[in-house]
T-cell receptor, first 110, second 114 residues
Framework: SQQGEEDPQALSIQEGENATMNCSYKTSINNLQWYRQNSGRGLVHLILIRSNEREKHSGRLRVTLDTSKKSSSLLITASRAADTASYFCAPNQAGTALIFGKGTTLSVSS | NAGVMQNPRHLVRRRGQEARLRCSPMKGHSHVYWYRQLPEEGLKFMVYLQKENIIDESGMPKERFSAEFPKEGPSILRIQQVVRGDSAAYFC????????????FGSGTQLSVL
């Protein structure tokens, strides 16, 4: 198992703006996942991108993966106040438990 | 299909007591994971279990902590002789057989040690 490191630690934007979060990791992976955590709640799976994929979309979410740089980014377009949460990446190797970093705390103000 | 159920939602214990946290995975899920989260921190992996087997316990403290996932019934995380430093939110997650990649999380148990 390995832990991803999210950057920045905190991000504050206005509604309607885009939010970009980055994730770096150290060794080869099978896939990389992004999760969201609202305050006091469990994590919710957002999107999974496999090591042979470069970009993936899901609604207002866009994830990229650069395996040569061992990095990923999560873009949330046209953000809403409801997007306020902490976001975690989890680089995943086969058969191992997911390890989470400290996350990026996103605040979207109206 | 109900989600991952954790109980109790809040648990208060005095130092030296035992804490038992329960997790019922989603129907059909045979993999269970326990994580601990301190305030302002990310989730720390503790243990990964399949039915009746511990697969990875590399994140479990060596003493006072144990976990089980019996053939029947929920997974149990047991903390003996709790100390103030055990106060945290404990989250359980599950995944189905053959699709270990995506985790479904419960709402957590907030343990407070007085």
């Amino acid at each position: 198992s390995q832990q991803g490191e999210e950057d920045p630690q905190a991000l504050s934007i206005q509604e309607g703006e885009n939010a970009t979060m980055n994730c770096s990791y150290k060794t080869s992976i099978n896939n990389l996942q992004w999760y969201r955590q609202n305050s006091g709640r469990g994590l919710v799976h957002l999107i999974l991108i496999r090591s042979n994929e470069r970009e993936k979309h899901s609604g207002r979410l866009r994830v990229t993966l650069d395996t040569s740089k061992k990095s990923s980014s999560l873009l949330i377009t046209a953000s809403r106040a409801a997007d306020t949460a902490s976001y975690f990446c989890a680089p995943n190797q086969a058969g191992t438990a997911l390890i989470f970093g400290k996350g990026t705390t996103l605040s979207v103000s109206s | 299909n109900a989600g991952v159920m954790q109980n109790p939602r809040h648990l208060v214990r005095r130092r030296g007591q035992e804490a038992r946290l329960r997790c019922s995975p989603m129907k059909g899920h045979s993999h269970v994971y326990w994580y601990r989260q301190l305030p302002e921190e990310g989730l720390k992996f503790m243990v990964y279990l399949q039915k009746e087997n511990i697969i990875d316990e590399s994140g479990m403290p060596k003493e006072r902590f144990s976990a089980e996932f019996p053939k029947e019934g929920p997974s149990i995380l047991r903390i003996q002789q709790v100390v103030r430093g055990d106060s945290a939110a404990y989250f359980c997650a599950s995944s189905p057989p053959g699709d270990w990649e995506k985790l479904f999380f419960g709402s957590g148990t907030q343990l407070s040690v007085l």
